[in-house]
């Protein structure tokens, strides 16, 4: 980006060598401000103005009543708890697709990645079907194996409904992380991995010093994606619990959610929470979580930066 | 002679599946079948009676099939206006997405107007800041533009939604163009526009693709933004908005909501198995590049 800049600004300081006064170039350049007209409104309206405007709720509308700042730290959490099993899946998933002399990867890719690409209304409808208790149900051949002693109410149970969610979660976006590895994997020049066998590293010394340095860049990418994500689920706990049952599968965007259009007769499966609409308390909540999403941001990029600089460190001789 | 015999027997002898990797392969499919096993799970329960779901459990193929319940889920259920609705909003947000994306990207592309350099960087900036908190004054501002109980409100958000990002990547693409091609053309007479329509536009029909899959992709599955616009109004309602109202307005027609999910499903899945390669592929390189 910052070499494009550079770019526009020779390519600006050029152009007004040639053509001379202000307007004159404005003139003659009134079709790119006719083009970006339509861009300019929408990112000014859906996007700059809703958050000026949400500060301004949380300063005069939020009565400072409630703690916004509670919901946005605790619970949510426990869901980026699922990255890191995620991401081991994806990249031991990656590494068997991504060997030249495995047949149908390609196959076996797409197949993975399907649940990525559907809509979370029918992933959310599909798992309280095949979790209910009713028939031959999942309990009932639990109970059957003994793995159980009595039937489980899957996302009826406070305890039970987290893990739940978070397992769905994980199945839900595996794909995404295994085709990123595989994109990552695909980088590591084979001339490489060809220097390392004349060496004589094994599969394992290969994995530990070719693979793992080879993926670290990209690897933190990934993670710094999956956490973004993870914080900002909505669709999936919305149609699946509703937040429920007694707040235990809430999380961030499904309190603002609750907070802003109210809940309690409306909500899937395992039962929502009653709450009456507090649009200022909403905008406070969203507004807080907005602070620490860009703040982790911040962080996961200068971490990645300063990996990129020792690695070029490193380089040099 | 005997380099290009040996290259022919290597070639004849890879198809064949190695024994060493069967093994493999049998993992991989059966994990397969099982990640992929509540879709086909809910295409059996979309087909079988209403006591046949509670008897048969988990298990996949129906013992009696029983087409009734897409009857029910496509009249009885209103599906039939949710489909509507869903195929004129991503109709719509995407032909808006790719005509106002690749307007600005040509724009930023190609000339260099003045303002242009901070009209980048606040847009860049924008990229950073966190989206979805800020449903609120969304909400109000659709309100006051009399938007509220349309389409349009969910199509002109979702279009919102999609600007900086693909317009960035049309501005990326329109860059690599030659810029002799438009000089040719301006020499032949044809203005800022015509170069757009006739020369980058054909050009771009890689970038077009990718970015009109992705948007019907996204549009097409979108819960947040129809949610909070048309769950109210069912006559406006989206196939995942009408699916989560259905849950709650039905207790025990299971089989007609999983006839609901796979006609919400089966559009997705169609253009997923034929431009699955294309689709996985772009997802790659977002990370790669």
Same mark, same amino acid.
């Given at each position: 980006?910052?070499?494009?800049?550079?770019?526009?600004?020779?390519?600006?300081?050029? *152009?007004?060598?040639?053509?001379?006064?202000?307007?004159?170039?404005?003139?003659?350049?009134?079709?790119?401000?006719?083009?970006?007209?339509?861009?300019?409104?929408?990112?000014?309206?859906?996007?700059?103005?809703?958050?000026?405007?949400?500060?301004?709720?949380?300063?005069?509308?939020?009565?400072?009543?409630?703690?916004?700042?509670?919901?946005?730290?605790?619970?949510?959490?426990?869901?980026?708890?699922?990255?890191?099993? /995620?991401?081991?899946?994806?990249?031991?998933?990656?590494?068997?697709?991504?060997?030249?002399?495995?047949?149908?990867?390609?196959?076996?890719?797409?197949?993975?990645?399907?649940?990525?690409?559907?809509?979370?209304?029918?992933?959310?409808?599909?798992?309280?079907?095949?979790?209910?208790?009713?028939?031959?149900? +999942?309990?009932?051949?639990?109970?059957?194996?003994?793995?159980?002693?009595?039937?489980?109410?899957?996302?009826?149970?406070?305890?039970?409904?987290?893990?739940?969610?978070?397992?769905?979660?994980?199945?839900?976006?595996?794909?995404?992380?295994?085709?990123?590895?595989?994109?990552?994997?695909?980088?590591?020049?084979?001339?490489?991995?060809?220097?390392?066998?004349?060496?004589?590293?094994?599969?394992?010394? /290969?994995?530990?010093?070719?693979?793992?340095?080879?993926?670290?860049?990209?690897?933190?990418?990934?993670?710094?994606?999956?956490?973004?994500?993870?914080? %900002?689920?909505?669709?999936?706990?919305?149609?699946?619990?509703?937040?429920?049952?007694?707040?235990?599968?809430?999380?961030?965007?499904?309190?603002?959610?609750?907070?802003?259009?109210?809940?309690?007769?409306?909500?899937?499966?395992?039962?929502?929470?009653?709450? /009456?609409?507090?649009?200022?308390?909403?905008?406070?909540?969203?507004?807080?979580?907005?602070?620490?999403? +860009?703040?982790?941001?911040?962080? /996961?990029?200068?971490?990645?930066?300063?990996?990129?600089?020792?690695?070029? %460190?490193?380089?040099?001789? | 002679?005997?380099?290009?015999?040996?290259?022919?027997?290597?070639?004849?002898?890879?198809?064949?599946?190695?024994?060493?990797?069967?093994?493999?392969?049998?993992?991989?499919?059966?994990?397969?079948?099982?990640?992929?096993?509540?879709?086909?799970?809910?295409?059996?329960?979309? +087909?079988?009676?209403?006591?046949?779901?509670?008897?048969?459990?988990?298990?996949?193929?129906?013992?009696?099939?029983?087409?009734?319940?897409?009857?029910?889920?496509?009249?009885? *259920?209103?599906?039939?206006?949710?489909?509507?609705?869903?195929?004129?909003?991503?109709?719509?947000?995407?032909?808006?997405?790719?005509? +106002?994306?690749?307007?600005?990207?040509?724009?930023?592309?190609?000339?260099?107007?003045?303002?242009?350099?901070?009209?980048?960087?606040?847009?860049?900036?924008?990229?950073?800041?966190?989206?979805?908190?800020?449903?609120?004054?969304?909400?109000?501002?659709?309100?006051?533009?009399?938007?509220?109980?349309?389409?349009?409100?969910?199509?002109?958000?979702?279009?919102?939604?999609?600007?900086?990002?693909?317009?960035?990547?049309?501005?990326?693409?329109?860059?690599?163009?030659?810029?002799?091609?438009?000089?040719?053309?301006?020499?032949?007479?044809?203005?800022?526009?015509?170069?757009?329509?006739?020369?980058?536009?054909?050009?771009?029909?890689?970038?077009?693709?990718?970015?009109?899959?992705?948007?019907?992709?996204?549009?097409?599955?979108?819960?947040?933004?129809?949610?909070?616009?048309?769950?109210?109004?069912?006559?406006?309602?989206?196939?995942?908005?009408?699916?989560?109202?259905?849950?709650?307005?039905?207790?025990?027609?299971?089989?007609?909501?999983? *006839?609901?999910?796979?006609?919400?499903?089966?559009?997705?899945?169609?253009?997923?198995?034929?431009?699955?390669?294309?689709?996985?592929?772009?997802?790659?390189?977002?990370?790669?590049?």
């Amino acid at each position: 980006m910052t070499t494009h800049l550079a770019a526009t600004r020779q390519e600006r300081l050029r *152009a007004r060598r040639r053509r001379g006064s202000l307007l004159a170039r404005v003139g003659a350049n009134r079709w790119s401000y006719v083009y970006l007209a339509p861009f300019t409104l929408l990112v000014a309206m859906f996007t700059i103005y809703p958050i000026i405007a949400s500060l301004g709720y949380t300063l005069y509308q939020w009565n400072g009543i409630g703690s916004p700042t509670r919901y946005v730290g605790l619970q949510n959490f426990a869901r980026v708890v699922h990255d890191p099993v /995620q991401l081991l899946l994806a990249l031991v998933l990656a590494l068997v697709l991504n060997n030249p002399r495995l047949r149908f990867s390609t196959f076996y890719r797409a197949v993975y990645f399907i649940p990525a690409v559907i809509s979370a209304a029918i992933i959310g409808v599909v798992f309280q079907l095949m979790l209910s208790n009713f028939g031959d149900s +999942l309990s009932a051949a639990l109970l059957r194996l003994h793995v159980i002693q009595r039937p489980v109410d899957w996302l009826g149970d406070p305890h039970a409904v987290l893990w739940i969610v978070i397992g769905i979660g994980i199945w839900n976006t595996l794909g995404y992380n295994l085709v990123y590895f595989l994109a990552g994997l695909q980088t590591i020049p084979a001339e490489l991995y060809e220097a390392a066998r004349i060496d004589g590293a094994r599969a394992a010394a /290969q994995f530990w010093h070719v693979t793992v340095p080879g993926l670290r860049e990209i690897g933190m990418i990934i993670l710094f994606l999956a956490v973004l994500y993870s914080l %900002q689920v909505f669709d999936l706990v919305q149609v699946l619990t509703g937040g429920g049952p007694y707040y235990a599968s809430e999380v961030v965007n499904t309190y603002i959610y609750h907070q802003a259009f109210g809940a309690g007769s409306f909500s899937g499966g395992g039962g929502g929470t009653l709450v /009456q609409p507090n649009v200022g308390f909403a905008s406070a909540a969203s507004f807080f979580y907005g602070v620490l999403l +860009l703040v982790i941001t911040g962080v /996961q990029a200068l971490a990645l930066r300063r990996i990129r600089q020792r690695r070029q %460190q490193g380089a040099r001789p | 002679m005997s380099v290009a015999t040996g290259v022919r027997s290597a070639r004849l002898w890879r198809p064949r599946l190695n024994r060493r990797w069967l093994p493999v392969h049998a993992v991989l499919l059966a994990a397969g079948f099982v990640w992929v096993y509540p879709f086909l799970w809910a295409v059996g329960g979309s +087909l079988r009676s209403q006591a046949g779901f509670i008897d048969e459990g988990l298990s996949l193929l129906p013992r009696e099939l029983d087409w009734q319940n897409y009857v029910d889920a496509w009249t009885g *259920a209103s599906f039939s206006t949710y489909f509507l609705n869903s195929v004129v909003i991503t109709a719509c947000t995407v032909t808006g997405t790719l005509l +106002l994306t690749s307007m600005a990207g040509y724009a930023l592309a190609r000339s260099s107007f003045p303002g242009k350099r901070i009209f980048l960087v606040v847009t860049v900036i924008t990229l950073f800041l966190p989206r979805g908190y800020t449903i609120v004054p969304v909400y109000d501002l659709i309100t006051r533009l009399h938007l509220l109980d349309t389409l349009w409100s969910v199509v002109v958000v979702q279009v919102a939604g999609g600007m900086v990002f693909n317009t960035f990547l049309f501005m990326g693409y329109f860059i690599t163009i030659a810029r002799e091609l438009d000089e040719a053309a301006q020499v032949d007479g044809a203005g800022f526009n015509r170069i757009y329509w006739y020369v980058m536009l054909p050009l771009a029909r890689p970038m077009i693709a990718t970015l009109g899959l992705f948007s019907f992709i996204s549009s097409w599955n979108d819960f947040f933004t129809p949610l909070v616009f048309t769950l109210g109004q069912p006559q406006l309602r989206t196939l995942p908005v009408g699916l989560y109202a259905f849950v709650s307005q039905t207790s025990t027609n299971w089989t007609a909501l999983c *006839a609901g999910s796979i006609i919400t499903l089966a559009p997705i899945v169609l253009v997923f198995v034929f431009a699955q390669r294309h689709i996985i592929d772009a997802v790659a390189g977002a990370v790669k590049g």
